[in-house]
């Protein structure tokens, strides 16, 4: 009888506790499918709105919170983590969204991670800090940076010169140039513009500028904040340049041997006498073998620049990102995501560079091969990054002084613009060791 009763204890105190763990596994269980994530599609059909995409990422970076680029997936695809604040900022700034399980999530990942699939999940780790260069007064339709980081809502801070010299560009990630000249001749509007106001008192704010910091020249200025620049890279920054900048900085530091290039209507004294053969090319980033541009009426610096030397017309101007291996080669990868592999042509006073003068080490992200031109190159200097990129405004084809602003807001998808978000991303990526 005690036998008995002792059996049908245990057995029901058994009975119990193996309803209690069924019913916890099940609650288990349904909270797992109930967890979810936020999918931010960025192909052509999914997204409404690719360039405040870019926003949504980098508000969450800033919130502390990792976010994983799901490069070639879905056109570069991001996967954050879920809350309601992020569904609702999605909302409030119109990018399009998915609300995914974390099976669902798990699921995307195994299929990116397979060998067969030129695909990578990349994380991203801190919301990076910007800067932009640019002089007091400029603006913002002035710069493709600064227009659309105001309207993907993404922060940035403005410097110029003296913050340069003060080496003030530790306290940044990322850097930004733009139509900006740093030989010293003004931009190159000598011939259009001599006579414009706003050419003289720019030139007249240039020299007050040089004089200040203790320079004799402008030249002698912009050639010591290049050396700065160069150095923040060298370092470990990561520099961004289009239109101008790009040409007129690698110049800069060929010549910064006290190399005089600037005739006197720019400098006050005659350039020296066979210039060309004094320049250095091995201090440059992204060219070589280039010649310079001496006449002061031709608004060109040097051989690099090819809208002169164009021969395709408006509307069959585009260019093509290149294809690389998003496992190998995630750095580029992450640089030319987008939802189209062509992209609208666009011109500046730097449009695009001479193949035969970019240095091996270079890398092409974008080109027109029917023109034998190069949109979009990308490369190394010690321990840091840099992207130049040909163009003016991506969604203005031949922008001009004093022409309207881009509405960004009639092309929230633009392809031009997305490189350039690309960019801003690419420093808050998890450092791995590179492959290649």
Same mark, same amino acid.
């Given at each position: 009888m005690?036998?008995?009763?002792?059996? @049908?204890?245990?057995?029901?105190?058994a009975k119990?506790?193996?309803?209690?763990? $069924?019913t916890?596994?099940?609650?288990?269980?349904?909270?797992?499918?109930?967890?979810?994530?936020?999918?931010i599609?960025?192909?052509a059909?999914?997204?409404?709105?690719?360039?405040?995409? +870019?926003?949504?990422? +980098?508000w969450?970076?800033? /919130?502390?919170?990792?976010?994983? $680029?799901?490069?070639?997936?879905?056109?570069g695809?991001?996967?954050?983590? &879920?809350?309601e @604040?992020?569904?609702?900022?999605?909302?409030? #700034?119109?990018v399009s969204f998915?609300?995914?399980?974390?099976?669902?999530a798990?699921?995307i990942? !195994?299929?990116?991670s397979?060998?067969?699939?030129?695909?990578?999940?990349?994380?991203?780790?801190?919301?990076?800090?910007?800067?932009v260069?640019?002089?007091?007064?400029?603006?913002?339709?002035?710069?493709?940076?600064?227009?659309?980081?105001?309207?993907?809502e993404?922060?940035? !801070?403005?410097?110029?010169?003296?913050?340069?010299?003060?080496?003030k560009?530790?306290?940044?990630? $990322?850097?930004?140039? %733009? %139509?900006?000249?740093?030989?010293?001749q003004?931009?190159?509007?000598y011939?259009a513009? #001599?006579?414009?106001? $706003?050419?003289? =008192?720019?030139?007249?704010?240039?020299?007050?500028?040089?004089?200040?910091?203790?320079y004799?020249?402008?030249?002698? =200025? /912009?050639?010591?904040v290049?050396l700065?620049?160069?150095?923040?890279?060298?370092?470990?920054?990561?520099?961004?340049?289009?239109c101008?900048?790009?040409?007129?900085? &690698?110049?800069?530091l060929?010549?910064?041997?006290?190399?005089?290039?600037? !005739?006197?209507m720019?400098?006050?004294?005659? *350039?020296?006498?066979n210039?060309?053969?004094?320049?250095?090319?091995?201090k440059?980033?992204?060219?070589?073998?280039?010649?310079?541009?001496?006449?002061?009426?031709q608004?060109?610096?040097?051989?690099?620049?090819?809208?002169?030397?164009?021969?395709?017309?408006?509307?069959?101007?585009?260019?093509?990102?290149? &294809?690389f291996s998003?496992?190998?080669?995630?750095?580029?990868?992450?640089?030319?995501?987008?939802?189209?592999?062509?992209?609208?042509?666009?011109?500046?006073?730097?449009t695009?560079f001479?193949?035969?003068?970019?240095?091996?080490?270079?890398?092409?992200?974008?080109?027109?091969?029917?023109n034998?031109?190069?949109?979009?190159? %990308?490369?190394?200097?010690?321990?840091?990054?840099?992207?130049?990129?040909?163009? %003016?405004?991506?969604?203005?084809?031949?922008h001009r002084?004093?022409?309207?602003?881009? !509405?960004?807001?009639l092309?929230? *998808?633009?392809?031009?613009?997305?490189?350039?978000?690309?960019?801003?991303?690419?420093?808050?990526?998890?450092?791995?060791?590179?492959?290649?």
């Amino acid at each position: 009888m005690i036998l008995r009763y002792l059996y @049908n204890s245990i057995y029901k105190d058994a009975k119990t506790m193996s309803k209690y763990f $069924w019913t916890l596994l099940f609650i288990t269980f349904s909270f797992k499918l109930m967890a979810s994530a936020i999918l931010i599609p960025m192909d052509a059909e999914s997204q409404k709105n690719h360039l405040k995409a +870019y926003g949504i990422t +980098y508000w969450v970076l800033a /919130k502390q919170q990792k976010v994983q $680029w799901l490069l070639n997936y879905r056109g570069g695809s991001f996967l954050l983590p &879920d809350g309601e @604040n992020i569904r609702k900022e999605c909302q409030i #700034r119109g990018v399009s969204f998915e609300i995914i399980s974390d099976i669902q999530a798990n699921q995307i990942l !195994e299929e990116i991670s397979s060998p067969s699939r030129n695909q990578e999940a990349v994380i991203l780790e801190k919301a990076p800090k910007i800067a932009v260069y640019t002089p007091e007064g400029t603006l913002p339709w002035d710069d493709a940076v600064t227009m659309v980081l105001t309207y993907a809502e993404i922060p940035y !801070e403005t410097v110029y010169d003296e913050a340069v010299l003060e080496d003030k560009l530790v306290l940044f990630d $990322w850097l930004h140039l %733009h %139509h900006e000249d740093f030989t010293g001749q003004y931009g190159k509007f000598y011939a259009a513009y #001599r006579a414009a106001p $706003w050419y003289l =008192e720019s030139k007249k704010v240039a020299e007050a500028l040089a004089a200040k910091l203790g320079y004799s020249k402008v030249s002698e =200025e /912009k050639r010591a904040v290049a050396l700065k620049i160069r150095n923040y890279v060298i370092g470990g920054g990561f520099m961004f340049a289009m239109c101008s900048a790009t040409d007129s900085f &690698d110049i800069a530091l060929a010549a910064s041997d006290n190399v005089d290039i600037c !005739e006197a209507m720019f400098d006050g004294d005659p *350039s020296d006498a066979n210039y060309q053969s004094k320049l250095d090319f091995e201090k440059t980033f992204a060219f070589t073998n280039f010649t310079l541009e001496r006449n002061p009426m031709q608004y060109e610096f040097s051989s690099i620049d090819m809208t002169n030397k164009r021969l395709i017309d408006k509307e069959s101007d585009y260019f093509s990102l290149m &294809d690389f291996s998003a496992k190998w080669d995630p750095i580029p990868t992450m640089l030319c995501q987008n939802h189209t592999s062509l992209v609208k042509g666009f011109m500046g006073q730097t449009t695009s560079f001479e193949r035969s003068e970019i240095k091996p080490t270079v890398l092409v992200l974008g080109e027109n091969k029917i023109n034998g031109e190069a949109r979009y190159i %990308h490369g190394i200097k010690g321990k840091g990054f840099f992207t130049f990129y040909g163009g %003016h405004d991506p969604e203005d084809y031949q922008h001009r002084v004093g022409d309207p602003k881009t !509405e960004l807001e009639l092309h929230p *998808s633009s392809p031009g613009y997305r490189l350039i978000l690309n960019n801003v991303l690419f420093p808050a990526a998890k450092k791995k060791k590179q492959k290649t």
